[in-house]
Every structure is written in structure tokens, then in C-alpha cells.
């Protein structure tokens, strides 16, 4: 089945600094790359997604690249702010619509 | 704009009791999921719920859980008899299609199994 890596666990940046998370994963079918944020107590919240038949998308401060000749997709976040502090998990999903976690990387923006 | 959501946002149950969490996918949504986050850790992947029947699920999803659509609206999530270790987020979700149109979550039902 399919296994999502993510990178690096913990990252911590001075607020205005880009933030790069990156993810690597194992089934070649996968299809649909989404990213989601989650603040503390709250449930995952998209931020945004890539499809496999895009290699980059972006959306004001944040973009997604995908390499699927690598099977690796990243998170970019540029002029990062304080409010982008949170946990944001990479996935990967299969034509049954299953979604395959990466284990979260906890992003913390100093002002 | 349209929310999933998921009832009780807390639940503590003792040891072999058995549990039931509650969503409401949003209304024009076809694929129902659940998964589940021990604290700290990644959100993983139970089950999935296609037209009134289980399309797939993970290891996770043994004997004791089950899934049910009773009413057109509602979307369950049953564990027979609670273990400590089913302590957990409970995340419902849904999306229009696959692959993973419109996919939502809801905020989640905390479960302290005691």
C-alpha cells in the first residue's frame, strides 16, 4: 500500500522567511496531493492540493511542485507570517479516494 | 460555507463500552471517510463509505468498528467494545468525488476511553 514520507519533523523560521516541507511517496498510482494545516484541537483544514497531471501550483504565498517521475511533492510557503504556525501534513491519494498521511511537520513562525 | 459536521465533540466511554460518533457530510457530497489521529501523531486512514457500502478499509478497521448511513444525512462510526488504545481524534470527512473532489473534514470528536 502506499507510504508517505514528510520532512522535516519540526522547522522553525524568522517570520517574512519561506518555509519548504517536503514529502516523498511509495504507490505510482496516487493521484491527488493535498496539504493541510491543523491548529490545536481542530481538524485538518486544505490549503491546497495538486493533481497528477500538474507539476506546480500556487496560490498567493503558497505553491506545490510535484515530481512524478520521484514520487516527491513540496510545500512552499513564502513571506511567512506568525498565524502559519501550525502542524501541516502532507498526503497522497489513490483512485478510491483514501487519503495516505505523512507524520506532520510542526511549523513555527517567529516574529 | 458547507461544513462537516461531527457530534459529540467529546466522548468518554469506559473500557468495553460501545461508542457511537455522529457526522453530517455536506449534503451534496457522495464519498463518506473516517479516520483517526492518536494524540501527536499522523492522521490515518480507517474507512471509506460509497453507496451504502464499505469501498475500503485499512487494518485499523477490524471487528469492532462499523459504519453506517442510517437516514440519508447521517454518517456513524460504532466500536463495539472500546479499548484504551481507541483513544483518540475521530475525524469524519467527505467529498464529492473521487479523485478527492471538494474532500472535507470535520473538526473532529475527541474519544477518552477510560
Known amino acids: 500500500g502506499e507510504n508517505v514520507e514528510q520532512h522535516p519533523s519540526t522547522l522553525s523560521v524568522q517570520e517574512g522567511d519561506s518555509a519548504v516541507i517536503k514529502c516523498t511517496y511509495s504507490?505510482?498510482?496516487?493521484?491527488?496531493f493535498p496539504w493541510y494545516k491543523q491548529e490545536l484541537g481542530k481538524g485538518p483544514q486544505l490549503i491546497i492540493d495538486i493533481r497528477s497531471n500538474v507539476g506546480e501550483k500556487k496560490d498567493q504565498r503558497i505553491a506545490v511542485t510535484l515530481n512524478k517521475t520521484a514520487k516527491h511533492f513540496s510545500l512552499h510557503i513564502t513571506e511567512t507570517q506568525p498565524e502559519d504556525s501550525a502542524v501541516y501534513f502532507c498526503?497522497?491519494?489513490?483512485?478510491?479516494?483514501?487519503?495516505?498521511f505523512g507524520k506532520g511537520t510542526k511549523l513555527s513562525v517567529k516574529p | 460555507e458547507p461544513e462537516v459536521t461531527q457530534t459529540p465533540s467529546h466522548q468518554v466511554t469506559q473500557m468495553g463500552q460501545e461508542v457511537i460518533l455522529r457526522c453530517v457530510p455536506i449534503s451534496n457530497h457522495l464519498y463518506f471517510y473516517w479516520y483517526r489521529q492518536i494524540l501527536g501523531q499522523k492522521v490515518e486512514f480507517l474507512v471509506s463509505?460509497?453507496?451504502?457500502?464499505?469501498?475500503?478499509k485499512s487494518e485499523i478497521f477490524d471487528d469492532q468498528f462499523s459504519v453506517e448511513r442510517p437516514d440519508g444525512s447521517n454518517f456513524t462510526l460504532k466500536i463495539r467494545s472500546t479499548k484504551l488504545e481507541d483513544s483518540a481524534m475521530y475525524f469524519c470527512a467527505s467529498s464529492v468525488g473521487t479523485p478527492n473532489y471538494g474532500y472535507t473534514f470535520g473538526s473532529g470528536t475527541r474519544l477518552t476511553v477510560v
Open positions: 498526503a497522497a491519494a489513490g483512485s478510491q479516494g483514501n487519503l495516505i
Open positions: 504507490d505510482s498510482a496516487s493521484n491527488y
Open positions: 463509505f460509497y453507496n451504502n457500502e464499505i469501498s475500503e
